[in-house]
């Protein structure tokens, strides 16, 4: 199974950016985003965790919640089995730990649910003051 390791959190001022950075490992085969559905997810303090971001295989289709769109946008270097979260305009209200996951097989519409990844980040935090 891969190995999922979120970096580029910190703390930031709102109306700034930042970009999230998750690197994958694992043997060669395991560790290849090209073959799987990747996305993000951000959990507030005292709320569920939330669906942010997902992305198609090879980056064709790539999905957002309603709260981050037009200000987040999902990235992978599949080369590199790094996927990103370049995030601007941030707002207090994006403050949260933020995950990565990762799942093989073809992409479907349950892009957006937890239940349908099996590797995880151990998240990074982003706060943003205001």
């Known amino acids: 199974q891969v190995q999922l390791v979120e970096s580029g959190g910190g703390l930031v001022q709102a109306g700034g950016s930042l970009r999230l950075s998750c690197a994958a490992s694992?043997?060669?085969?395991?560790?290849?985003?090209?073959?799987?559905?990747v996305a993000w997810f951000r959990q507030a303090p005292g709320k569920e965790r939330e669906f942010v971001s997902a992305s198609s295989q090879t980056g064709t289709f790539n999905y957002y919640a309603d709260s981050v769109k037009g200000r987040f946008t999902i990235s992978r270097d599949n080369a590199k089995s790094t996927l990103f979260l370049q995030m601007n305009s941030l707002k207090p209200e994006d403050t949260a730990v933020y995950y990565c996951?990762?799942?093989?097989?073809?992409?479907?519409?349950?892009?957006?649910?937890?239940?349908?990844?099996?590797?995880w980040g151990q998240g990074t935090q982003v706060t943003v003051s205001s």
């Open positions: 996951a990762a799942r093989s097989g073809v992409f479907t519409s349950a892009y957006s649910s937890q239940a349908s990844y099996v590797s």
């Open positions: 694992g043997r060669s085969s395991e560790r290849s985003l090209s073959t799987k559905t």
